[in-house]
């Protein structure tokens, strides 16, 4: 066996535990051959990452992989081509996601935002503490799917429901708000449904989503089986915690798998996620199909399935209306984020433009 292929067997063993297969060693073989280091990102902040690598966790600088693009930046579950040496030490280049959980920023330049890469199960954790919110469960959902993970609806703190019947209604509710995804019933307490969800989670990355004083971090300490996370008390009033996380982290789990963490999330605004949102309200969209005219909006216009379907009882109004609010932000911050392009564009043809003239006035002045 050649070095090379030693030292990317030895890479293999140490990172396969996070994840790392053939498929990637054969991404990362470009970045083999300059010498780089393969790892995978479990931390980033202010300008820099933690990586976890064959020799252990390495300190990053993320200055060459900082682009303007947002969404390019390097975050929390990419693998990474590190220098092997150096201080600072940097990384290069990380390689391309398969799948990436994004949302849309609250600030006026319609940004989007990306909180995890290379995510296998979106784990959306709801509180059973609190009245269901099943808008904000769906609008999850449609950024779930959209991301290409596979989304897993986990109603959390489910000791504080222990009526059986009342359970099965409130879980009832949650399946027919996503159609298609599984939905589970745990208990970080009594340790109720943390089998079945501990099956799931061993099974490649899953990245743990959910408001404040949802559970997230209860639920992460009961995977990990250690109190890595902080927690703090939830409010009676509203269920509502403290961000007790801050920053988003890789951790690898005992049985297998790894689990990325992520902050409360007080806004969970649509990036361009029409077809999450259409996976999400799959129904309506097989009614739209029946619909007479093909660019059918649902509203008043003869011949709607849609509206029909919800005339009969056979469509809830409530998943109609949720549906095409999630539509209608969708398609506003889409058209923002065209607007933001064509300024951007107009900006950078404008400053050539400017560079271009300084430059024809020197070379006429120096022939002056």
């Not at 609008?139 to 897993?152: D, I, K, N, T, V």
């Not at 943390?194 to 990245?207: F, P, R």
Request: charged share 25%; hydrophobic share 40%.
């Amino acid at each position: 066996m050649s070095l090379s292929s030693a030292s990317s067997s030895s890479s293999s063993s140490a990172l396969a535990a996070l994840g790392w297969d053939d498929a990637w060693a054969a991404e990362f073989a470009p970045y083999a051959v300059q010498g780089l280091l393969p790892g995978r990102v479990v931390r980033v902040d202010r300008g820099q990452c933690d990586v976890v690598t064959a020799d252990g966790t390495v300190r990053a600088d993320t200055a060459f992989v900082t682009p303007h693009d947002p969404l390019r930046v390097i975050c929390t579950g990419d693998w990474a081509a590190v220098e092997p040496s150096g201080n600072p030490r940097y990384v290069k280049a990380y390689l391309p996601r398969r799948t990436a959980f994004v949302r849309s920023t609250s600030s006026q330049r319609s940004e989007g935002q990306i909180l995890a890469a290379n995510v296998d199960h979106a784990i959306i954790a709801v509180s059973l503490a609190v009245e269901l919110d099943l808008g904000r469960i769906e609008r999850f959902l449609a950024l779930a799917w959209e991301s290409g993970a596979q989304p897993l609806v986990v109603l959390t703190k489910a000791d504080l429901v222990p009526d059986p019947a009342t359970r099965a209604y409130l879980v009832q509710d949650v399946e027919a708000a996503a159609p298609g995804v599984q939905v589970l019933t745990v208990s970080s307490l009594t340790g109720d449904g943390m089998d079945v969800l501990a099956a799931v989670v061993a099974d490649g990355t899953s990245v743990l989503l959910g408001i404040s004083g949802a559970g997230k971090s209860t639920l992460a300490n009961a995977l990990l089986g250690a109190d890595v996370m902080e927690v703090r008390a939830t409010r009676e009033v509203d269920g509502k915690g403290r961000h007790t996380t801050t920053t988003r982290n890789l951790l690898a789990l005992p049985g297998g798998g790894v689990l990325i963490d992520t902050p409360g999330l007080r806004g969970v605004g649509l990036w361009d996620a029409e077809a999450g949102v259409g996976q999400v309200f799959s129904e309506i969209e097989e009614y739209a199909a029946d619909c007479r005219f093909h660019d059918c909006a649902h509203e008043a216009e003869p011949g709607c399935a849609v509206t029909a379907a919800v005339a009969e009882g056979t469509l809830p109004e409530r998943r109609l209306e949720s549906y095409r609010k999630l539509l209608r932000e969708n398609q506003r911050i889409v058209a923002k984020t065209d607007a933001r392009l064509r300024a951007e564009i107009r900006r950078d043809w404008r400053l050539k433009s400017a560079e271009g003239r300084a430059n024809y006035a020197a070379k006429r002045g120096g022939r002056g």
